[in-house]
């Protein structure tokens, strides 16, 4: 396993999911909501940071790596769901939001894998689709987990509205990567 500074803050993107998990079980007289809500979307906001951070370093020093292309965006998704979960428990996100998201993701997942082992991963590589559903998650999700005003702004309506813009960007980019993968799953099927 290759380790450098990429890879290390892919670790600690994974490493800041059971801290931004466990505030939510700290007792509530020993810390208060609004301090346990901003505690939590400020480190959301820190590791979702590390995400393009990892990727913009590991390009600019050349230190891409199969291992890096696997973890990162393993992180991601770990990221992501436990962060909905989070939300979907504290009744900040619609249970069907959650569902289409963490659905798609454990979908093209699966998707990527399978195209992977079958020499064909060039057909659902990163789209700029999938790029804009991910902003769209990684502002919504601390503007949940913050759920406060915050200079005048309503951070609670930015973080349901960019939430629903996130889950038809999830639909709609896990249709183009489907339709993508459409020609090799159908061949396929038709070998059998």
């Known amino acids: ?4 500074l990429p890879i290390a803050l892919t670790w600690l993107r994974i490493a800041m ?3 931004i998990v466990g505030l939510f079980y700290i007792p509530v007289d020993w810390i208060s909501i609004p301090v346990r809500d901003a505690v939590a979307a400020f480190a959301f906001i820190v590791a979702a940071l590390t995400d393009w951070f990892d990727g913009w370093l590991a390009r600019r020093w050349n230190q891409t790596s199969s291992f890096g292309a696997f973890l990162d965006p393993v992180a991601d998704k770990l990221m992501v769901c436990a962060a909905l979960l989070i939300l979907l428990d504290l009744s900040r996100v619609d249970s069907f ?29 990163v789209h700029r689709l999938g790029k804009f ?38 639909v709609w980019s896990m249709c183009y990567y489907l339709r993508r993968a459409w020609p090799e799953i159908r061949d396929r099927a038709d070998r059998r």
Do not use: D, F
């Open 17 to 19: 999911i059971p801290l």
């Open 1 to 4: 396993m290759p380790m450098n």
């Open 97 to 125: 939001i959650a569902l289409i998201i963490i659905g798609r993701e454990i979908t093209i997942s699966a998707l990527r894998e399978w195209m992977a082992k079958i020499g064909a991963s060039g057909s659902v590589a």
């Open 133 to 170: 559903k991910t902003a769209a998650q990684m502002i919504a999700i601390p503007c949940l987990l913050y759920w406060q005003p915050l200079y005048g702004v309503s951070l609670q309506l930015v973080g349901q509205i960019l939430i629903v813009i996130a889950a038809i960007l999830t």
